[in-house]
């Protein structure tokens, strides 16, 4: 390992995590259980991404979502509802992370990777504004997206058409299939996105997202709409495998609220002196500065098998390089 003082890659960093990027030790041979137990028990037993969607989905599920009796049918009021339960917590979360990190400057530079503020007076983003450019494209176009999917899926349930379980009729495959939803968004994420790194695709689509080099929470689901069409397809798992309306709701935040904190920018938040929660994923990070690599999540290591992993060295800078220039030499 390069030692990070002579490292260059750690120049180009205002912070750089002192451990390099790690990845999910399930899937490292020999298994390391106590490895394996820090794994998950740093992602749910504190503050993360994991833990705050879990919290808002119990919460919307005890006071705001509409019985499955009540979604029977298309009816004006449960859609808005769902509409409503998109935007809302979506903007409370990534508008008072943004408040905190990037307006009151809550914490100044601490932990944040990135030197560079966000970019005003850019003719690369719609509005030449980044905040305002990711928050059209957020509230406008993944939101939309993503709660026209739910409609589809709640209605499904109600009615019947599809598999689903209350946690009486299955408390095993309840638990199982919570725990296993991270990790189903993990496996579709990777694949969604490497196609979105096809040239064509990148330039005509993903490149929205992509026009944030240096990322801020609104960045998280900042996407094309044709991106949100195929990104926010993983809610039809629950069209084919058993789930309540908990499990739904988990998916969602999940999916649309833990990227607000993975792009925050920050690695960690500092109310006070010390750190409260994770925030930021220096993996992806990477991926926004240096594009062909970290596709994935660290959930499932599919960049280690396929060799696009980017643990944060500048070995990995160099073989990042070197993999973009044939993709686009080809
Ligand atoms: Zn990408
Ligand atoms: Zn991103």
Redesign the pocket.
């Known amino acids: 390992m390069t030692d990070a003082a002579h490292d260059p890659e750690a120049d180009r960093w205002n912070h750089r995590p002192d451990d390099l990027v790690t990845l999910n030790p399930v899937f490292s041979w020999p298994l390391n259980p106590r490895a394996i137990l820090r794994w998950y028990s740093g992602a749910w037993l504190q503050i993360t991404a994991l833990t705050v969607c879990f919290a808002i989905s119990v919460m919307v599920y005890v006071l705001f979502l509409p019985p499955l009796e009540v979604m029977q049918s298309f009816a004006f009021g449960w859609m808005f509802t769902i509409w409503l339960i998109n935007m809302v917590p979506q903007t409370l979360v990534a508008g008072g992370l943004h408040w905190w990190l990037y307006i009151r400057r809550g914490q100044d530079m601490k932990t944040k990777f990135d030197r560079r503020d966000l970019a005003r007076n850019n003719g690369t983003f719609t509005f030449n504004n980044q905040v305002l450019d990711n928050i059209w494209w957020t509230l406008g176009s993944a939101m939309t997206v993503a709660t026209v999917y739910q409609w589809v899926i709640f209605w499904a349930m109600a009615n019947g058409f599809v598999p689903t379980i209350t946690f009486a009729s299955a408390p095993v495959w309840f638990m199982a299939w919570m725990f296993f939803i991270p990790m189903w968004s993990g496996l579709h994420f990777y694949w969604v996105h490497r196609l979105e790194h096809h040239p064509k695709l990148y330039k005509h689509v993903h490149a929205v997202?992509?026009r944030?080099v240096n990322?801020g929470p609104w960045?998280?689901i900042s996407n094309h709409w044709f991106e949100n069409c195929m990104y926010f397809t993983t809610y039809f798992v629950h069209l084919v495998v058993a789930s309540h309306p908990l499990h739904v709701l988990f998916h969602i935040y999940f999916q649309q609220i833990s990227?607000v904190l993975?792009?925050s920018g920050f690695e960690k938040l500092i109310p006070k002196d010390q750190p409260a929660a994770r925030a930021g994923d220096f993996f992806?990070q990477l991926?926004?500065r240096y594009f062909e690599c970290n596709y994935g999540t660290s959930e499932i290591p599919f960049d280690r098998w396929f060799g696009t992993y980017h643990d944060g060295t500048a070995d990995a800078t160099e073989r990042t390089r070197a993999y973009k220039k044939q993709m686009y030499t080809r």
């Open positions: 997202h992509h944030n990322v960045s998280g990227p993975s792009h992806h991926h926004h």
